[in-house]
């Protein structure tokens, strides 16, 4: 046994490497104990993960709380310093504070973002968590990142800034693929139109209830709108909450939507993906379902959640393969005619009975039906399923049928 833990640690630490990417990152820290080349390993390992969240509520003592806090700014420090003094890459940086934390080491988080920098960082994730009620102590994300040229994913989440002096920098995200931007705040409106200006290489965008200062007393708001434009690599984009949204990507296959008024994405012929939830009415009308695998000719998945839709909409494609409506309010009726249809799921309650046809299916379908009702509506569960046409779909081995209760406060 030790013969083979020796042949084990004398692997390349290369592949050494690997196998600590394989595993959950408690595990991958439990191999440090194992011998001085798994502990060399475990701390030259590129992808280095910081979370001061564990700190929070190890002492009600105030001093106490603090000692920890600086106890762990500098464990944090050494292994950056060890990195940049002996020239070692970083691939990844992950960092997870609590403003608590931060209100002790905002300068120090500047320095190792810096110096994450300095080690030719490719990813960068780093979320300050919510702060206690009454508080809202915003990061400023300070100006190195946007000097990284090795950057090719930056996702922030929470309270942090990103600085308008931060989008007049004349250097270019020339290397960024992924942006993600989870409950951050914005100078104006047109910060992030400008900020993706400077990503031109551009794959994926994920924009989650992002707020900005509006003019006058430094108030904040949801952001209302937004344009995406010349991104020529542009693949995915996941947006929520925000109203009015324009997308022209033709390189788009995935278009997630989520919480809004309307969007402009017209000019996405080559989509192939598209999930809507929680879409106004105003939008899902007659009209657009109709014109939708006109413009859209290769949609191959189409899946609606918790939208005010017409009572009826007809589907007509060959390409579609995946269709799901959830929680979909209003409808009575839907006539499919995909013959390539793989799979077709629906989430509803006891009171909604809808008419649901395949004019033409696959028989490779599967269909998956959950219903949510309570024990007065099982009358009501045999007329649904009478009304799913034609009757071979039922009795399919590909049916799934599952039967929830509705909660009750």
Known sequence: ??????????????????????????????????????????????????????????????ME???????????????????RDQSLAIKEFKLNVNSSVLSYMSKNVDIWLKLACECGVEAVEYSQMIPPVGQKQYHVLPISIIEAKSITKLALEGFIKIDPIF????????????????????????????????????????LESCHVLSFGGGKQGLMKSISISGLQKLKRVDVLEIKYVSIDASSLENLCYHLGNKIDFDRCRNLKELYLRSV????????????????????????LNKCEIPERIDISS????????????????????????????????????????????????????????????????????????????????????????????
Not at 65 to 83: E, N, P
């Open 1 to 62: 046994m030790e013969l083979e833990e020796d042949r084990l640690s004398s692997l390349p630490k290369i592949i050494l490497h690997h196998i600590l990417s394989k595993l959950p990152e408690k595990d991958g820290v439990r191999t440090s104990v194992l011998s001085k080349a798994w502990l060399d390993t475990w701390y030259t390992f590129p992808t280095l993960s910081f979370s001061g969240n564990e700190i929070i509520g190890i002492s009600p003592q105030p």
């Open 65 to 83: 709380r603090k000692r920890y806090i600086l106890k762990f700014g500098d464990y944090v420090k050494r292994r950056m310093l060890m990195f």
């Open 167 to 206: 989008m007049n920098y004349s250097i270019k995200f020339l290397s960024l693929r992924v942006l993600s931007l989870r409950r951050v705040l914005l100078g104006d409106e047109h910060a992030i139109n400008q900020l993706i200006s400077l990503c031109p290489l551009l794959e994926y965008i994920t």
């Open 280 to 303: 106004a009415s105003t939008f899902l009308t007659n009209k657009w379902f109709l014109e939708l695998f006109t413009k859209f000719p290769f949609l191959e998945s189409l899946k």
């Open 318 to 409: 060959v390409r579609l393969k995946r269709l799901e409506f959830s929680l979909c309010f209003n409808l009575k009726e839907v006539n499919i005619d995909a013959p390539n249809l793989l799979s077709f799921g629906y989430h509803g309650s006891g009171v909604s009975k809808p008419t649901i046809s395949f004019l033409r299916n696959s028989s490779q379908l599967e269909v998956n039906i959950h219903i949510v009702l309570d024990y007065e509506d099982l009358c009501n569960l045999r007329e649904f399923l009478q009304n799913i046409q034609p009757n071979n779909v039922l009795t399919s081995p590909s049916l799934t049928l599952s039967i929830g209760r509705r909660s009750r406060v």
